[in-house]
């Protein structure tokens, strides 16, 4: 019920927080007609509105003890001019008439925008657009239980306030928790393959013969739509390997029981690994082991391919091996790899392999004044954040006529 009301749908509050609610509620929102308002009920709304989105965690009189009329603005001037005066010029006929020189009036600076830029130095907010965790409140709450700590040591209170060149860092087990997928959902649309179901002994051979023709075509078709190389994918280079298997047992029908039995039992290992569920442990193990064993079911031969098509790709010969280029063992390798770096853990409280959390992409970015690292899940506050011609540093939803607004209200109340 708390949650309905945190992102509720009717009176429309954005939030910092990746909820598919408050992504909808953001592509709805739409500043308030005042036109049937006055001025007071003017900045009362746009405060309001504001106030839910920048420091909603924080009580109103704090915040407007922090408050700040004065803003940080950065000019853009001509080096060379810089470097040939040191601005004592336009100082010295202020007052009598005389001309200080070709300074330029800048326009375009969107002062307003820059209203609650005294909370991107809070403690919880900078973990939030650092991109550790997945609202304010849960960068709270890892604040709280101590999960952070500022230059080494450890910070308990979320609203520190951080100074230029402070470096914070969140433990890594959260910052996956926080970021990624929930565990127990279903699995996202870009992993393919239904788990390996028992099926009947005298239906298994014509059961894989179907699961080899729709792999191949899978195959096919994705190597005519992609014309551009990509990352390598464990999974696609999986579905190479069962395409060519299935290639050897077509170009040679008159071969021996225990050359067929083999092949199956290579194609059964395949597909397995393709097809592993989020609960069970990794399939793939270490990558030597791993490729070893593919190299023995195989018959894998390390030198080039005795038959060469226009394309690049090996062809099977009608012997009794399968070669393959040592470039097709290479991008192997690396599929192991890749698959060995996210493994499947169900001791992980997140869904395992990792994938992000969905929604997430709406709100990946992060500001100017942060350099973050994520392999380590470290970031540092660079700077206090600036207005510049045409841009504030602040990230907010609003327009600066609300946020305008705002800034008069609280400039009246202090």
Partial sequence: MRAKKYHGLKRVK????????????????????????TYFQQKWSAKSNSRAYHGETMLEKHWTRMFKPNIRAVIP??????????????????????EGGELKEIAGLPYMNMTYAATERRLDTAIFRALFASSTRQAR???????????????????????PGDLFQVEPERVLFATGAPKGLEKSRSQEGDPEKEIPQEDEEETEEQELDDEAAEVASDA???????????????????SQAKAVVEENPDASAKRKRSLREFQRLLRKAMSRKEEEPTIIGDMQTQLSELTSKLSISEGTATT???????????????????????????????????????????????????????????????????????????????????????????????????FNWYLRRR
Avoid at 80 to 93: E, I, V
Avoid at 367 to 396: D, F, W
């Fill in 308 to 406: 060469e098509r226009t394309d690049g790709r090996a062809v099977s010969t009608p012997g009794e091996s399968l070669t393959i280029t040592n470039e097709e063992k290479r991008q192997l390798e690396k599929a192991l790899a890749i698959a060995n770096q996210n493994p499947a853990d169900p001791s992980k409280p997140y869904a395992t392999p990792w994938r992000p959390r969905d929604y997430m992409s709406a709100f990946a970015f992060i500001p100017r004044y942060l350099e973050v690292h994520q392999n380590i899940c470290s970031a540092v506050y660079l700077r206090h954040p600036v207005v510049r011609p045409g841009l504030a540093e602040v990230p907010t939803p609003f327009n600066t006529e609300l946020l305008g607004l705002a």
């Fill in 77 to 98: 001037m001509n080096p060379k001019y810089l470097a040939q005066n040191d601005g004592s010029r336009f100082a010295m006929g202020r007052g009598s008439g005389v």
């Fill in 141 to 163: 709450q890892f604040v709280v239980h101590g999960y952070v700590k500022v230059n080494g040591k450890q910070m308990l209170y979320p609203a520190y306030q951080l100074n």
């Fill in 224 to 242: 005519e739509s992609e014309a551009v190389a990509v990352r390598p994918n464990p999974r696609s280079t999986l579905r190479e390997l069962l």
């Fill in 14 to 37: 954005l939030r910092q927080t990746w909820n598919k609610y408050n992504l909808y509620n953001l592509s709805r929102f739409r500043t308030p007609i005042y036109h049937a308002q």
